[in-house]
């Protein structure tokens, strides 16, 4: 699995995942029950991960629609 975006927004999450899915694109939300430990203040952000083999369509997919994705370093 490789980082596509991360935001503190979970509506970002929720929308980047319904385009993904519109593309036959499989997706993975990490990080989502950190807020427990953070105290649901949402400073910590969560992670949308593709697979490998999927990654630069769905990048594609998100610059289209105006979306910021993690690059690799």
Do not use: C, Q
Request: no cysteine; aromatic share 4%; hydrophobic share 50%.
């Amino acid at each position: 699995m490789k980082e596509l975006l991360r935001t503190n927004d979970p509506t970002v999450i929720a929308y980047a995942t319904a385009l993904l899915e519109g593309e036959g694109i499989a997706s993975f939300t990490m990080d989502v029950h950190m807020s427990v430990l953070e105290g649901s203040i949402g400073i910590l952000p969560r992670r949308l991960m593709v697979r490998e083999a999927d990654l630069f369509m769905a990048r594609a997919v998100m610059r289209d629609l105006g979306l910021s994705v993690t690059e690799d370093h």
